[in-house]
C-alpha cells in the first residue's frame, strides 16, 4: 500500500517524508502548487485531495471551510481542507469541525486563531513522521499526548499550549485508527 501526503493523494517520497519531519509540509509540498497558479481551482483541489468537487462545495456551504468568493483555493482554503480530509475517514465530520473550532475558533475569523490551519496541518503532519518512525512504541493516549508536547513549538505556553497538545493527540490518534482500518480491510481482502 502506498502511503500519501496526508490529506492528499501526493505520493509520500523520502523527499517529501524529510520536509514534512522539518515542519515544512504545507510550505515545500503545496504552497509551491498555489504560488504557480494563484490558487487552485475546484477540480484541481478534486485532484489533489482525491475528494468530489461538491464534497469540497458542500463543506463551504455548510461553513466548515472559509467561504470562498473566487474561483481558486488559496492557502486558508486547502489547509482546511487537507485537515478535514486527514481526519474524516476515523471521525465524524461534525466532530472534526468541533475540533478545528475548539483550535481555532470562528473558521472566517482568523484573529482567534491559536495557530494558523496552514501550521496546524504542518504541525500535524511532522507529527505523523514522528509517531510513524516509533514504531516499539505503544501507541495510545499519554504516548500521543507526550509526542504532541514534543512537538508544539515553545512559543507556544500555558492553556494555549495544553489546549493545542489535547487537540493534536486527537487528531494523531485518529489518524493513526484510520491507518489501521485500512490495514484491516487489506487484510480482509485477502481471505
Known amino acids: 500500500m502506498t502511503e500519501h ?4 493523494v501526493l505520493p509520500l517520497t523520502d523527499w517529501a517524508k524529510e520536509r514534512i519531519s522539518q515542519g515544512q509540509a504545507f510550505d515545500s509540498l503545496i504552497s509551491p502548487i498555489l504560488s504557480a497558479t494563484g ?3 475546484l477540480s484541481q483541489m478534486a ?3 482525491g475528494l468530489e468537487g461538491s464534497t469540497i462545495q458542500n463543506w463551504i456551504k455548510r461553513g466548515w471551510v472559509a467561504s470562498n468568493s473566487t474561483k481558486k483555493y488559496t492557502e486558508k482554503h486547502v489547509a482546511r481542507i487537507l485537515l478535514i480530509n486527514v481526519l474524516r475517514a476515523s471521525m465524524k465530520l461534525e466532530d472534526i469541525v468541533k475540533l478545528m473550532e475548539y483550535i481555532n475558533g470562528d473558521v472566517e475569523d482568523e484573529s482567534d486563531d491559536i ?3 496552514k501550521d496546524l496541518f504542518n504541525l500535524l503532519c511532522s507529527s505523523v513522521i514522528m509517531l510513524n518512525d516509533r514504531r516499539n512504541v505503544r ?3 499519554q504516548n500521543v499526548l ?3 508536547e514534543k512537538m508544539i513549538p515553545a512559543s507556544i505556553s500555558g492553556e494555549v499550549r495544553d489546549k493545542l497538545r489535547k487537540a493534536l493527540a486527537i487528531m494523531l490518534l485518529a489518524y493513526r485508527s484510520a491507518v489501521l482500518k485500512n ?3 487489506a487484510l480482509y481482502k485477502t481471505l
Not at 501526503?5 to 492528499?8: A, E, I, L, S, Y
Open 47 to 49: 485532484r489533489f485531495t
Open 39 to 41: 490558487g487552485v481551482t
Open 183 to 185: 490495514e484491516a480491510y
Open 115 to 117: 495557530l494558523h490551519d
Open 139 to 141: 501507541i495510545d493516549s
Open 5 to 8: 501526503v496526508p490529506g492528499t
Open 146 to 148: 507526550d509526542i504532541s
